[in-house]
T-cell receptor, first 114, second 110 residues
Framework: AQTVTQSQPEMSVQEAETVTLSCTYD???????LFWYKQPPSRQMILVIR??????QNATENRFSVNFQKAAKSFSLKISDSQLGDTAMYFC???????????FGTGTSLTVIP | EAQVTQNPRYLITVTGKKLTVTCSQN?????MSWYRQDPGLGLRQIYY???????DKGDVPEGYKVSRKEKRNFPLILESPSPNQTSLYFC?????????FGQGTRLTVV
């Protein structure tokens, strides 16, 4: 069975600084997708970034980037130039391309301090 | 616009009173699923559906029912809600590469 682990329940960062959120996962699959979702106080699940396992290049979306280490089964999220609007719960998730398997970590609550 | 719509967003009910949370998607996705989110536990899958009339249990199915009579709709039914079902619920539909979530339903059972 696949598992996703986020070992940092809470983190904080000063505005304009950089923060890295950790995620590890366990799978025997070779092809899969990894995601970071942001959940602000509105509770909506917002896709931040997606990584395809067969792509070696790390995904980047504006201030958000990942460090994908397939052999180590690690998928960390780096947020650069943190903004107050980045304050939210962040979930790491694993998905197989076919079937129902979609697994979430327990989340990291990030607070950006003015 | 690609959308998953679930209703209601907030619901307070009493123990034992049957309720239904609706979910509809406009992307013609075959896969749909329901999750509950609890503090410290992340999102856990309740039920999923791989197509019309095809549903199966997820990790925490006890106390819930679902149906999939049409491709776009996937309602979650609580026949006899109990306080331990107080939670935040999400419906999702997915393609091969991404999942799309509804806005969430905050359910309180008293």
């Amino acid at each position: 069975a696949q598992t996703v682990t986020q070992s940092q329940p809470e983190m904080s960062v000063q505005e304009a600084e950089t923060v890295t959120l950790s995620c590890t996962y366990d799978t025997s699959e070779s092809n899969y997708y990894l995601f970071w979702y942001k959940q602000p106080p509105s509770r909506q699940m917002i896709l931040v970034i997606r990584q395809e396992a067969y792509k070696q290049q790390n995904a980047t979306e504006n201030r958000f980037s990942v460090n994908f280490q397939k052999a180590a089964k690690s998928f960390s999220l780096k947020i650069s130039d943190s903004q107050l609007g980045d304050t939210a719960m962040y979930f790491c998730a694993f998905m197989k391309p076919v079937g129902n398997q979609f697994y979430f970590g327990t989340g990291t609550s990030l607070t950006v301090i003015p | 616009e690609a959308q998953v719509t679930q209703n209601p967003r907030y619901l307070i009910t009493v123990t034992g009173k049957k309720l239904t949370v609706t979910c509809s998607q406009n992307m013609n996705h075959e896969y749909m699923s329901w999750y509950r989110q609890d503090p410290g536990l992340g999102l856990r899958q309740i039920y999923y559906s791989m197509n019309v009339e095809v549903t199966d249990k997820g990790d925490v199915p006890e106390g819930y029912k679902v149906s999939r009579k049409e491709k776009r709709n996937f309602p979650l039914i609580l026949e006899s809600p109990s306080p331990n079902q107080t939670s935040l619920y999400f419906c999702a539909s997915r393609s091969d590469t991404e999942a799309f979530f509804g806005q969430g339903t905050r359910l309180t059972v008293v």
